[in-house]
């Protein structure tokens, strides 16, 4: 595995493969989930092309961005063993200028929820995204559902920008408890991770009514927010795949999201239905 800084040095060797190539961005702390698209970009590509970035433009004033975990030396062996075969690890002066070109996320979907939220946050997401997308010109980029209004944002970038590349949904990889694998889980005590577990809890009972027939949102809500009673709600949220908001989940073509503070760590989750 090669481990390259520069982003000109690696856009350079990339173009000289001509090869199909997998490229899975990260901001490190690497977990199963991470783990999990990486696996499947080096068994659907010929090249594994890994970015560690901890990008500071998504992250908000007062947001963790110097407490963020950061592994960088068990990254590296995670990566090398997995098959990774290029891990891309700028710092902020390799691939920010100043004063730069700046891609806006979208007015209305780019500002709900999540980023109702953390106001500003997508901008920051995309304009790293379309970096990394123009530096490796990959021919998969895996994304993880687990940030599924990220994910959509992207997808909306790749078509409006007619970008040159396939985007790859990958399924939420979770803890034996239900936990969604989070590199922020780090920072919740004993306590706070069983709290944390209402989360999960609160989309399997919405899952278990959905099953059971029911489809009005806005009793899928107050069932959930019945579980979820003694955390920091964010939101509790029923989208279309296009995430515009709806009153009757659409099978196959629905997203229950939520968001929450427990002891200070906002977490999120979701299910797609
Ligand atoms: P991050 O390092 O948190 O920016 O995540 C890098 C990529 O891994 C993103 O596409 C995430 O959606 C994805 N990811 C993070 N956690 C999980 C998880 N538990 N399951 C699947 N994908 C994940």
């Not at 899975?24 to 594994?48: C, F, Q, W, Y």
């Not at 961005?65 to 592994?71: D, G, L, Q, T």
Request: contains cysteine.
């Amino acid at each position: 595995m090669k481990i390259i800084q520069n982003p000109i040095e690696l856009k350079e060797i990339l173009r000289k493969e001509k090869k199909s190539i997998g490229f899975v961005p990260t901001m490190g702390a690497l977990h199963k989930g991470h783990l999990s698209l990486i696996k499947r970009a080096v068994s659907e590509n010929d090249i594994t092309v890994v970015s560690i970035f901890v990008n500071p433009t998504q992250f908000l004033p007062g947001e963790d961005f110097e407490k963020y975990p950061r592994k960088i030396e068990a990254d590296k062996r995670l990566c090398e063993i997995a098959g990774v075969d290029y891990l891309f690890a700028p710092t902020s002066d390799d691939i920010y200028q100043d004063d730069e070109v700046l891609i806006k996320a979208p007015k209305i979907k780019g500002y709900i929820l999540e980023g109702f939220n953390r106001p500003g946050h997508f901008d920051g997401v995309l304009q790293i995204v379309n970096k990394l997308l123009n530096i490796v010109k990959p021919t998969r980029a895996y994304f993880g559902k687990k940030d599924a209004q990220q994910l959509y944002l992207i997808e909306k970038m790749v078509k409006n920008f007619y970008l040159d590349v396939q985007i790859v949904p990958c399924d939420i990889v979770r803890e034996d408890d239900g936990l969604a694998m989070s590199s922020r889980n780090v920072y919740l005590s004993p306590k706070d991770r069983q709290k944390a577990l209402l989360i999960s809890k609160s989309l399997k009972r919405a899952s278990k009514l959905i099953m059971d027939g029911k489809r009005d949102v806005k009793e899928l809500k107050d069932e959930m927010k019945k579980v979820l009673k003694d955390l920091d709600v964010e939101y509790i949220e029923i989208v279309d795949r296009d995430f515009n908001k709806i009153d009757k989940i659409e099978k196959n073509n629905s997203i229950i999201l939520v968001a929450a503070k427990v002891g200070g760590t906002r977490l999120i989750d979701n299910i797609w239905v």
